[in-house]
């Protein structure tokens, strides 16, 4: 699917349905974002990037664990409801743009990726790792989930947009955990165990 399209794909889904995946009731997103989080290796972060907020559900939750989140997102009716919906955490900053195209600019403790790469050509995934790489701290981490069934408008599986952050150089495997329905990854340059980060080894 054209990049164009995408967009208005995902500008009319938001526009029918505040919710049109389900993410903040449903029981499987729910439970994927708390594995999300629980995985996260610090207790809090300084600076975190968001790639593909949608309606800003995740966003809002890595706002408590956060002092800044930039989230982003190329969907005008997804970053709508995004600002919507965190409106009160004054330590947000929602922007419309492509990520590739217009990284935000800064350094960042944490960056997510979820359900967001496999709408990625292989050659954008790599710019947007490369760039990611750029902007993170020596600490830093970088979390990838994906669904890992087929879908019509997936450039690239989510299983193979994973391995991608795998075999990134410098980033060590923190973190895996892979059901029949989603793979997650936590990577950084910083390949210390939380065990070890915390003064327990």
């Known amino acids: 699917m054209r990049a164009e399209n995408v967009q208005r794909h995902f500008d009319e889904a938001h526009a029918r349905d505040d919710d049109p995946w389900g993410v903040a009731t449903r029981w499987y997103e729910v439970r994927k974002r708390a594995i999300l989080l629980a995985a996260l ?20 939750e890595l706002a408590e664990r956060c002092d800044r989140v930039t989230a982003v997102d190329f969907s005008a009716e997804a970053v709508r409801l995004a600002r919507r919906r965190t409106a009160g955490q004054g330590n947000v900053a ?24 496999y ?15 750029g902007s993170l701290t020596p600490q830093g981490t970088v979390v990838a989930c994906h ?6 408008d997936f450039a690239q599986p989510g299983d193979t947009v994973n391995a991608v952050f795998r075999r990134r150089p410098g980033w ?26 915390t003064g327990l080894r």
């Open 41 to 60: 290796p610090r207790e809090r972060f300084g600076s975190a990037l968001e790639v593909g907020c949608s309606n800003g559900v995740l966003t809002a």
């Open 94 to 117: 929602v922007l419309e743009g492509d990520a590739v195209d217009g990284f935000p600019t800064g350094h960042h403790d944490l960056v997510v990726v979820s359900e967001v790469g």
């Open 119 to 133: 709408y990625l050509e292989p050659d954008r995934l790599g710019r947007l790792l490369d760039l990611i790489a």
């Open 147 to 152: 669904w890992r069934h087929p879908e019509g």
């Open 172 to 197: 060590y495997l923190l973190a895996h955990h892979a059901e029949d329905d989603f793979v997650l990854d936590v990577l950084s340059p910083d390949g210390r165990s939380i065990a070890a980060r």
